[in-house]
């Protein structure tokens, strides 16, 4: 089946620090890619959509600035965290679809942030 | 905007004990239905989806789902669980229109199966 790996699993970094989280689509190409955040005991909250070599489509109340998100290829789209504070604390996990809307998409196992 | 909600927060069986997990959804218009499993320690993984046809949709592991658009409801059941069904659950919704296919999930359902 497909897979989607993310990396790192988990980071610790100081508050002002920034921190790339990757997401890869290791047997199939994604032509979009999702980011979600989760917080505790809560469900997965889209964050933004990205197509690949296209800007990504935040959602709602996310700062694009803060959230910089990339999909410079078919297999590889990276959310960078930038300027972290604790409140950016969070569980992060990014999913893959290879083609259309309704087709299934594949959810890589997440990545633990937290910011000291 | 849509929304999805799920009745139970936390289930807790014995093996052998049916389960039902309910899952409603707040759009008017065309959906695409999803229940994710998530077990310990692991991501997020597809049980079952539906798109259209027959109602009664069957997924892996024995698990089922019943779309009735009369009650916006998209409930999962399996008549026997197991101690290894202990996850939590994610049902989760498309709404028709939606381009890029836009998930939106329930809040998620624990089960907890004792042996």
């Known amino acids: 089946g497909a897979v989607v790996s993310q990396h790192p699993s988990r980071v610790i970094c100081k508050s002002g620090t920034s921190v790339k989280i990757e997401c890869r689509s290791l047997d199939f190409q994604a032509t979009t890619m999702f980011w979600y955040r989760q917080f505790p005991k809560q469900s997965l909250m889209l964050m933004a959509t990205s197509n690949e070599g296209s800007k990504a489509t935040y959602e709602q109340g996310v700062e694009k600035d803060k959230f910089l998100i990339n999909h410079a290829s078919l297999t590889l789209s990276t959310l960078t965290v930038t300027s972290a504070h604790p409140e950016d604390s969070s569980f992060y996990i990014c999913s893959a679809r290879a083609g259309r809307a309704k087709e299934t998409q594949y959810f890589g196992p997440g990545t633990r942030l937290l910011v000291l | ?115």
């Open chain 2, 1 to 115: 905007a849509q929304s999805v909600s799920q009745h139970n927060h936390h289930v807790i069986l014995s093996e052998a004990a049916s389960l039902e997990l309910g899952c409603n959804y707040s759009y008017g218009g065309t959906v695409n239905l999803f229940w994710y499993v998530q077990y310990p320690g692991q991501h997020l993984q597809l049980l079952l989806k539906y798109f259209s046809g027959d109602p009664l949709v069957k997924g892996i592991k024995g698990f089922e789902a019943e779309f009735i658009k009369s009650k916006f409801s998209f409930n999962l059941r399996k008549p026997s669980v197991q101690w290894s069904d202990t996850a939590e659950y994610f049902c989760a919704v498309i709404a028709g229109g939606t381009s890029y296919g836009k998930l939106t999930f329930g809040q998620g359902t624990i089960l907890t199966v004792h042996p």
